[in-house]
């Protein structure tokens, strides 16, 4: 049997296991209707439901340590080394994180999708293409002369990017 210093705990851990459970359910059910009634790409979809469980992850291990009575200067030294290791990294390639935020960005307010031709103003490479897909660090276009070129997702939300129409679209716009 255990002993009463360890059942709060326990059953203090299967209450949090659970509710982070439900909680991570609930938001990528809301993320799914979310993609769905706004179209988007069920790859799209995935990749911020990854998101979404990595964070679900760390709150939750943040939350049993703090049901564990892990005391708070182990906590402090764990989480200090942890990010002074993940903020060198992140500091020598700092656009990782500024793609992986732009992703997110992209997703969520689908100024464009996949299949739209799109012209981006930059003044040194102007590009016009076609979006093939959009990952977590970038997007993949493809020119009218078949050219791929991966395009990171934090220059779409920098540079200044129009939607081209299509000819149909065109003409529905005109008639």
């Known amino acids: 049997m255990m002993s009463q210093e360890y059942f709060t705990p326990a059953v ?3 209450i949090a296991l659970a509710f982070f459970g439900l909680l991570s359910i609930l938001i990528k059910k809301f993320t799914g209707r979310y993609a769905r009634i706004s179209h988007l790409s069920e ?3 995935n990749l911020i439901s990854k998101y979404i469980d990595i964070l679900m992850t760390i709150l939750l ?6 049901i564990w009575g892990v005391k708070t200067e182990q ?10 290791v993940i903020g060198v990294a992140f500091f020598a390639q700092w656009s990782i994180l500024s793609n992986i935020t732009s992703g997110i960005i ?3 307010s689908f100024p464009f999708r996949i299949g739209d031709t799109i012209k981006i103003h ?7 293409a076609q979006i093939e897909d959009i990952k977590a ?14 395009y990171p997702n934090s220059l779409l939300l920098q540079k200044s990017v129009t939607i081209v129409p299509t000819k149909q679209e065109e003409k529905e716009f005109y008639d």
């Open 61 to 66: 291990c943040i939350v049993i340590f703090a």
């Open 43 to 45: 790859h799209r979809t």
């Open 106 to 108: 992209l997703f969520f």
């Open 12 to 14: 203090s851990t299967i």
């Open 122 to 128: 930059d003044k040194d490479f102007p590009i016009e």
């Open 75 to 84: 906590l402090y030294a764990l989480f200090s080394a942890t990010f002074a």
């Open 137 to 150: 660090f970038h997007t993949i276009l493809r020119t009218s002369e078949g050219e791929l070129i991966t």
